[in-house]
């Protein structure tokens, strides 16, 4: 596993918290233009603009890997199908383990 470069697991609300930084999240793709920007709703209900272009056609989750560049949106330079089925309240309640009083348990 390569720790040089980790990425924060966040949501829409832990993203204000890190822009700048290197993020992954997990969505449901509600919009694709094909113009470079996907539109998805993160596991805590929000909405959330993915700037990029993936490199295959999505699934209705994707993980994105890149840049939290605002509040609401990350410059993905890495995409990951998760399926048409994910259970997206757990990944929640692990994005705010990451960033609360456990994050020394994750990169």
């Known amino acids: 596993m390569d720790t040089s470069n980790p990425a924060v697991l966040v949501n829409a609300e832990l993203l204000r918290m890190h822009v700048g930084r290197r993020v992954r999240a997990v969505i449901q793709v509600l919009k694709s233009d094909g113009g470079g920007s996907v539109v998805g709703k993160s596991t805590d209900e929000q909405q959330l603009i993915i700037k990029g272009y993936p490199s295959a056609p999505l699934s209705t989750f994707v993980e994105v890997i890149g840049i939290a560049d605002s ?31 456990f994050k020394h348990l994750f990169i």
């Not at 089925?85 to 757990?90: A, L, R, V």
């Open 71 to 101: 509040n609401q949106s990350i410059q993905a330079d890495s995409w990951t199908n998760f399926g048409d089925n994910f259970e997206m309240g757990c990944y929640n309640k692990v994005c705010q383990l990451a960033n609360g009083d």
